[in-house]
C-alpha cells in the first residue's frame, strides 16, 4: 500500500503535469480539472496513509471522509472536484479561467490546506491560482 509520502510524491507529479498543461491558458482546461482533483485526491489518500487507511474505490473515500470528524467538512469540496473531473473526462467540459478560479482552485486549496495541517506538511505549490490569471 502507497504511504503518505507516496501519495505526496505524487501530488509533485500531478503539479508537473498541471504547470506543463496550464501553460496553454484556457486550452486545456478539462485536463487541468481532472490533475487537480487527483491532486486533492492524493493529498486526502496521504492523510488516510497515515492513520493505516487505504481506500480502494471513490465510493470508500468519499465514505471515510464523512465518518472523520477532522476531515468531513471538505466533503462537498471533494465531491464537488470529483463531478467537475468526471464532466471534463466524459463529456469534455472545459471551464473558464475564471471558473476554474473561483470553484476548482479555491476547493482544490482548502482541501490541501486542511489535509497539510493535519499532516504537518507544507505545500510546495500553494497558490496554483498563478497558473491560471486572469487576462488583464
Known amino acids: 500500500m502507497p504511504n ?14 498541471l504547470k506543463w498543461l496550464s501553460q496553454s491558458v484556457g486550452q486545456y482546461t478539462d485536463w487541468c480539472t481532472t490533475i487537480i482533483f487527483y491532486m486533492a485526491l492524493h493529498y486526502i489518500h ?38 467537475d473531473s468526471r464532466q471534463a473526462r ?19 486549496n482548502e482541501i490541501q490546506q486542511l489535509i497539510c495541517k493535519l499532516l504537518k506538511h507544507h505545500p510546495q505549490h500553494s497558490n496554483l491560482y498563478n497558473l491560471f490569471p486572469l487576462k488583464s
Open 90 to 108: 466524459y463529456l469534455g467540459t472545459k471551464l473558464s479561467i475564471y471558473d476554474m478560479r473561483s470553484s476548482i482552485l479555491k476547493y482544490f
Open 46 to 83: 496521504a492523510y488516510l496513509a497515515q492513520k493505516n487507511e487505504h481506500p480502494n474505490s471513490h465510493y470508500e473515500i468519499d465514505t471515510l471522509i464523512a465518518k472523520n470528524t477532522k476531515i468531513k467538512k471538505i466533503r462537498n469540496k471533494y465531491r464537488h472536484l470529483y463531478d
Open 4 to 17: 503518505k509520502t507516496d501519495h505526496l510524491n505524487i501530488v509533485r507529479q500531478d503539479y508537473s503535469a
